[in-house]
């Protein structure tokens, strides 16, 4: 691709893209052709060796058609599997909902039984000491009165004593024993109730405390059932993730919509446990987003792969847009990423030689699937972006990938 300085203006661009258009086209490799070509001459001539030349094709057409067919089986058998476990992954977790609902209504329940057992507490201990209080006031009176009867007895039957003085006298002793008797009597009733609620709201709470740990029991119990579909959907994700691959690879798919459909799924995917694993940052994913939507402030004009990649990380924002062409990118910050194709991360420049001069980029969406720009936004897996057989300054097919200005996105 053309070095770029910047964004050019709609009118320069149409003009420089009439110098440059295809630049990102791969070079076709016109040595093997001519030796298929050579080797096509000398076979036609021997009626043997045309023979043996079907036969092998034959095989190796039927072979990869059985693959083929194969890859569909399982893929096909995949996608219900996955069906049937996210059915039963979204009923599992709708029923963890509704424990962890219950164990916050018994966490609630809890709480206010305590409340109310502090309180029903207090209460019993003041009651229970004021019976305390009135059976040792009684047992002082009873005393003085038992001490003073005599001598209470004697003036109140002394000559100089009316009947109404002596039936005051033993009226005012059998008030007082009445008094204290009924006073002990309410403040025995009080303490027992108030012990009966007590033990009540005990029993409440150990039953509640009960439940709750039952409910937290079932809670793991689900929760341990959630995880494990959730790793079976992983690796039925994987499985068809690997199938969708082959299948695309060998172009067995229905048309490049449903392939790019397919591998934008794989993406999201992968997007999606890369955030969950901090394997990669919000920014990042947004970055893969757009790319694989192909949104992007520099339209997806056939020879300027680059000026769209740029486009991108302009059209996220928070990014500085890089600039230059492929090669560029790899020449100047290589530093910052790896000429291996696995372990690439989410949101990062790969670069492929694609074009003899300028090379060819895209951006890594995750799931070992890219987009660039081809005239369109394409998706495809990243073997399939780095098989071209042109050579970019000593480079021939996947190059590597690096970050945008050399900085990992934040």
């Not at 992007?296 to 769209?308: D, E, H, Q, R």
Request: with cysteine; charged share 25%.
């Amino acid at each position: 691709m053309k070095k770029l300085t910047g964004f050019l203006a709609a009118g320069l661009a149409v003009t420089c893209l009439s110098t440059v258009a295809y630049a990102d086209e791969p070079a076709k490799d016109t040595t093997a052709a001519t030796t298929t070509s050579a080797a096509a001459t000398t076979t036609a001539t021997t009626p043997a060796a045309t023979t043996t030349a079907t036969t092998t094709s034959a095989a190796n057409n039927g072979g990869t058609q059985a693959n083929t067919q194969v890859d569909n089986a399982a893929l096909e058998q995949l996608q219900e599997e996955k069906k049937a476990k996210e059915e039963e992954l979204k009923s599992l977790e709708k029923e963890l909902s509704q424990i962890i609902t219950k164990i916050g209504e018994l966490d609630r329940r809890a709480s206010e039984l305590n409340a109310q057992i502090t309180v029903t507490s207090a209460e019993l201990e003041v009651k229970t000491k004021l019976r305390e209080n009135q059976y040792e006031e009684m047992k002082l009176r009873i005393k003085f009165m038992y001490e003073n009867r005599i001598s209470n007895a004697d003036v109140a039957l002394s000559d100089d004593s009316s009947m109404d003085d002596i039936l005051n006298a033993a009226g005012y002793y059998q008030d007082i024993y009445s008094y204290d008797r009924e006073k002990l009597i309410e403040l025995d009733d009080n303490v027992k109730k108030i012990e009966d609620l007590k033990a009540s709201l005990d029993k409440a709470l150990e039953d509640t405390e009960k439940n709750k740990k039952e409910m937290e029991d079932e809670k793991k119990k689900v929760t341990e059932l959630v995880k494990d579909k959730e790793e079976d959907l992983k690796l039925i994700n994987e499985g068809i993730s690997a199938n969708v691959m082959r299948l695309y690879n060998a172009g067995s798919l229905a048309s490049t919509s449903v392939a790019s459909e397919a591998l934008l799924e794989i993406a999201a995917k992968a997007q999606e446990e890369a955030l969950k694993e901090g394997k990669a940052t919000p920014k990042q994913v947004e970055v893969a987003q757009n790319a694989g939507h192909g949104r992007s402030t520099y339209p997806a004009t056939y020879g300027w792969c680059a000026a769209w990649v740029s486009g991108v990380y302009s059209y996220t924002g928070g990014i500085t847009p890089p600039h230059g062409d492929a090669i560029d990118y790899w020449n100047k910050w290589k530093s910052s990423g790896s000429t291996r194709m696995d372990n690439i991360p989410i949101g990062a420049c790969v670069i492929s030689s694609g074009d003899p001069t300028y090379g060819h980029i895209g951006i890594y969406l995750g799931g070992g699937v890219v987009a660039s720009n081809l005239g369109y936004c394409k998706v495809e897996t990243i073997q399939s972006f780095g098989n071209v057989s042109a050579v970019c300054q000593g480079h021939v097919g996947y190059i590597g990938w690096v970050w945008p200005n050399g900085t990992p996105i934040q």
